[in-house]
Nanobody, 124 residues
Framework: QVQLVESGGGLVQAGGSLRLSCAAS????????MGWFRQAPGKEREFVAA????????YYADSVKGRFTISRDNAKNTVYLQMNTLKPEDTAVYYC?????????????????WGQGTQVTVSS
């Protein structure tokens, strides 16, 4: 069992930045690759970014590449999503998820534990 708790969401103007955090507890954090997903109103949940258990491999959705950075601190059992140059289309509930494997993945079904989500709203 893994418990995931996101934080750091909020309201920001277009062009601004936010850093999301996801604190994990339960089983050994290092055993899991981690991912960030988001879901906007009326849309399906979509992949944003993922990171391997060591942090050496990172994947990004094309829509966020160059603006978002995923990282992790295994000593703190925490994964981060630094979001820069935010756009109104980034508005969504952001979820972190864990995958019982060392390598990251982009599919929702690859992840078996999910946090409750944190709202990010970008105003124009």
């Amino acid at each position: 069992q893994v418990q995931l708790v996101e934080s750091g969401g909020g309201l920001v103007q277009a062009g601004g930045s936010l850093r999301l955090s996801c604190a994990a507890s339960g089983r050994t954090f290092f055993d899991y690759a981690m991912g960030w997903f988001r879901q906007a109103p009326g849309k399906e949940r979509e992949f944003v970014a993922a990171i391997s258990r060591s942090g050496g491999s990172r994947y990004y959705a094309d829509s966020v590449k160059g603006r978002f950075t995923i990282s992790r601190d295994n000593a703190k059992n925490t994964v981060y999503l630094q979001m820069n140059t935010l756009k109104p289309e980034d508005t969504a509930v952001y979820y972190c998820a864990s995958r019982p494997a060392g390598v990251p993945a982009t599919g929702l079904r690859e992840y078996n534990y999910w946090g409750q989500g944190t709202q990010v709203t970008v105003s124009s």
